[in-house]
């Protein structure tokens, strides 16, 4: 029991480490650097909300007769255009060159929505793919 405590005490104690360590990061970086880093979180949180759009849009099966009523549906198409309005406002703050990249993050979430929520599978040519987007997309933000 006394190891379990200490395990856990310990992954804390980790965590607030980390924790600092990524603040004191920030802190000392040049303010065109935050910017970009800060550009860079939100663009991973619209490529995020876009595809929970996108598997909203799957899991909403809609037909003619409740294309209106479908929550699913309706909250999938909110979704997805409140993740194109962040995309519009920070093209504002970014440049589309580094902004537009982020966007094919989405293809990565929207995989793994597929294979944890749908239980779609997932090949190794998918993982692959995914691996090489996740490369691309860091070469291209340099």
Partial sequence: MWICRRTILFSKQRIVLDFINIIYWICFLEVETINQVIIAIV???AAF???IGQLLFKLSNPTFANL???????AGF???GISSIIYVIILKYGELS??????AMAFIF???WAWWILKESVTLINIVGALLL???VGMMVR
Avoid: Q
């Fill in 43 to 45: 663009c991973l949180i």
């Fill in 49 to 51: 909300l876009g595809s």
């Fill in 68 to 74: 209106f009523f479908n929550w699913k549906l309706i």
């Fill in 78 to 80: 909110a979704l997805y």
């Fill in 98 to 103: 580094y902004v537009y990249p982020f966007m």
């Fill in 110 to 112: 929207t995989m793994l």
């Fill in 134 to 136: 996740l490369v691309a």
